[in-house]
């Protein structure tokens, strides 16, 4: 009925009226004694297994390396081209909009041809990657830029879809905006109203604002900060800089030779070597895992929101603290889990879809784009990482019913650093062969790093 609708409206359109840090949001229950130990014991161990390969390897770590694989592809001009091509998609929902604003379009119209616009993002950068066959990290890096475009441009199009059809006034389209001043850590500021509503939304700046804004749900108006906090944003640039070049060291010296010397034993079948470059490799990949968690969501999503002004920065929960497989992926990647609540979850439901089967659901489009983030890249079609994001719904039931607290804290930490080195052994295994078909496998065992 229309009170129903009009309470979804406002529920789903109302950003935060004080946005946070993280920090200030969820309070640990776990001692922090925990942590300190915890932090101690693993410093320790990562800090045996580096001299342990400084002393095997010798230094590997070749800066100038990376920049060679970013500036010396061959295919440079067609990553360009495709990084500037996404304005066609963002222009191409955004004339939508524009057209049934003004009565243009009818809904059924607008939706086939957003629909079809969504499907060419997601498999027109795809086509390209496989026929060119940049470099996969790039590949990787210019998908995962797609991914995240089609996301946002699903959740711009869902909410001003929204707004066409509820027959509530303005005054309840309207979504209240607070820019803060700096404070405690984002807060204590004075309170501003800056309403926008339906269709006053569509233009140009909105829409690239979003586009750059470190969320994946849209909204009518966000919450803003009053300025920028200079030294906030130093702090986060110098973190982003020391840790992807720590970031890229660390996979220099320590996966690279790990993986590859895991050829033999893996295309043997040599089960207890395969368990001992697995587990070898569980720590190091782990740790970077760790460091690329902290790069990302807090040092970079950072860094984009403190530029534009973006007032909301909890894009992260303590997800180390989940006893739960399911407490984990709702808690790690915020933006992405109120993307799947929002626009898949709760719509499900909606329509009379069980919650299981709706979880279903939304484990299969992150299992899909977790494949195509990797099988594309690597021109390989395994579904080794679709298979591991469909495993985590049984091991979510399995965990929900006979597994709790402290030992479901332990199954999820088991999952996080074992998972990960199965599917990189897995994938750089077919990658290498598939790379290295005409050789014999004496050849390429011949290449490995002594062991």
Known sequence: NSDERQRYLLVKMTPNAKPLDWWKRHESEFPKVAYVARSVLYALANARLFLENIIKYGILIDPIRWLRMFFNQP??????????????????????????????????VAFVIQAVTLTLLVFVPAAIVLVLEPNP????????????????????????????????????????????????????????????????????????????????CYELNFPHTLRIRKRFLLKRLIEMLFIIQLIGACIQQWILPLVHNSLKPLSELDAARCVERLLKLAI????????????????????????????????YKDWWNADTVLGFWSSWNIPVHRWA???LYKPLLKMGWSKLNASIAVFCLSAFFHEYLVSIPLHMFKLWAFMGMLGQVPLALIQSRYIHWKLGNMVVWLSLILGQPIAILAYYHDYYINSHAYESFADVASQNITS
């Open 75 to 108: 295919y440079s001009s067609a990553n360009l081209g495709l990084i500037l091509g996404s304005n066609v998609f963002i222009l191409a929902i955004y004339n939508t909009e524009k057209a049934i604003q003004k009565g243009w379009f009818s809904e059924h």
């Open 137 to 216: 990290l790039i590949s990787t890096i210019i998908l995962g830029m797609y991914t995240v475009m089609f996301l946002k441009l699903v959740s711009y199009a869902s909410v001003n879809k929204w707004c066409r059809q509820s027959g509530s006034p303005k005054r309840l389209r309207r979504t209240k905006s607070v820019s803060i001043s700096e404070g405690s850590p984002v807060a204590n500021g004075k309170e501003e109203t800056m309403l926008i509503n339906y269709p006053e939304n569509i233009n140009l700046n909105n829409l690239y604002y979003f586009m750059c804004a470190p969320t994946l």
């Open 284 to 315: 190091p990949n782990h740790f970077i895992w760790l460091m690329f968690f902290y790069w990302f969501f807090h040092s970079t999503l950072n860094v984009l929101a403190e530029v534009l002004k973006f007032g909301d920065r909890e894009f």
């Open 341 to 343: 609540t929002r626009h």
